[in-house]
């Protein structure tokens, strides 16, 4: 898998990670959403990646998905920020994910 980010996605990564180290994980979440088939994305910044997490290609940060929940993305994707409200849109070549995706810090 491949994310791409354009220059706003970067600087509001850049700017929320600071000087702490730290990686991105691209994360399907189900919580409070009704099932597991029900989700949206959101993107963490841990420590480490999980224990089945597979790394996705970016030229910029290390960022890992877990493998189960990779199946609900497709293979290449891009990441925009939207600088107005510091969040993220995801999109991929067929479709559009979600907007307003928080970067949330869990290191």
Excluded at 1 to 17: E, F, G, H, R, V
Excluded at 82 to 90: A, D, S, V
Aim: one cysteine or more; glycine letters at 8%; charged letters at 25%.
């Amino acid at each position: 898998m491949k994310i791409s980010l354009n220059p706003t996605a970067d600087k509001l990564i850049a700017d929320k990670l600071g000087t702490k180290s730290g990686l991105l994980r691209l994360v399907y979440d189900t919580e409070n959403c009704g099932c597991g088939m029900s989700g949206v994305p959101v993107l963490h910044i841990v420590s480490e990646p999980g224990a089945y997490d597979i790394p996705m290609e970016n030229e910029v940060y290390p960022f890992w998905i877990d493998k189960m929940q990779a199946i609900f993305f497709e293979e290449e994707l891009t990441l925009k920020g939207e600088e107005n409200t510091g969040t993220f849109r995801l999109d991929g070549p067929s479709q559009f994910y979600k907007s307003n995706i928080p970067l949330i810090d869990r290191r």
